[in-house]
């Protein structure tokens, strides 16, 4: 997201001008208003990468509207005769603002196509050697089928990791994991690689299975990502009974909010009963 090299450069400029002319209300602003955010995603995308965070990210809000506070505060003292802080401060402030309330968000509705206690709906995909995977090959176990955006968005790829960290509790519970992604099947193969773990690695060509589930996104891969298609997925958790009906639906409608592990668990336990009285009893317990 091209924003957060802004971000980043306008803070880091913020925090020059404290060291070269010493503190003020109007650039100690600049900083609060812009480096929250940007040390917020640096953090969650690259430093220790994390499935899920708050739904509004209360701390960064709190900093980051002091922050402008503090810069419109600085600009009535007459702190600098230029506005320029407070229109940094503002900046950074709005575009935080908008990826917390818009750009987090995909203002989705629940599938229709997809209903608790309802078949799993006949859609393809692909397996990791390329051939065609109908969705009736996941039948005769439970199934935790995750569809995910692609291996270039870091809270994915957190979700996947958790969940290969407690994958022992699942199959405990004679439960399988699909991971979907609309992907190239290179991309596929390249995750498929990196894991010790049986997931079954699929791809749905063109998003067909996600717009037929009503999951798909379209123009939803951010600027500055390269060699992927536009269109992605909607994240979404879908377990099924080893009969093909939908247990547990998850359609979070924030990127950045997703299910703990521990509700895939209690949706197998309730559906079917624990299937191990020795094994752990909980993800935690498997981790």
């Given amino acids: 997201m091209p924003f957060m090299g802004i971000d980043a450069f306008i803070g880091l400029y913020g925090l020059y001008q404290l060291i070269a002319h010493g503190p003020s209300l109007a650039y100690i602003g600049v900083v609060m208003a812009t480096m929250p ?27 980051t509207l002091g922050g402008l506070g503090c810069s ?35 203002g989705r509705t629940d599938s229709t196509q997809l209903q608790l206690d309802a078949p799993l709906p006949n859609f393809v995909l692909q397996d990791i050697n390329g051939n065609n995977f109908p969705s009736t090959s996941l039948f005769g176990k439970p199934t935790v ?17 958790e969940i290969a960290d407690g994958y022992k509790a699942l199959a405990d519970r004679g439960a399988q994991v699909a991971l979907v992604s609309p992907q190239s099947h290179e991309n596929t193969v390249k995750l498929a690689s990196r894991s010790d773990v049986p997931f079954l690695f699929l791809t749905d060509p063109g998003n067909k299975a996600a717009k037929q589930l009503g999951i798909a996104m379209d123009d939803g891969i951010p600027l500055g990502i390269t060699g992927y298609d536009s269109e992605t997925v909607m994240p979404t958790v879908i377990i099924t009974s080893a009969n093909g009906r939908i247990i547990f639906l998850d359609q979070t409608d924030n990127y950045r909010v997703r299910p703990e592990p521990s509700t895939f668990i209690e949706a197998l336990d309730a559906a079917t ?15």
């Fill in 37 to 63: 955010f940007a040390v917020f995603v640096l953090v969650v995308t690259m430093v220790s990468p994390r499935p899920r965070t708050s739904s509004r990210l209360p701390l960064v809000t709190i900093l």
């Fill in 145 to 161: 089928l995750l569809f995910f955006r692609g291996n270039w968005c870091p809270l994915c790829m957190a979700q996947i990791s």
């Fill in 72 to 106: 419109l505060i600085g600009f009535m003292l007459g702190e600098y005769a230029s506005p320029m802080p407070l229109v940094l401060a503002l900046f950074g402030a709005t575009g935080f603002m908008l990826y917390n309330y818009w750009y987090s968000s995909f």
């Fill in 273 to 287: 009963g624990p299937k191990s009285t020795t094994g752990p009893k909980s993800y935690a317990e498997a981790s």
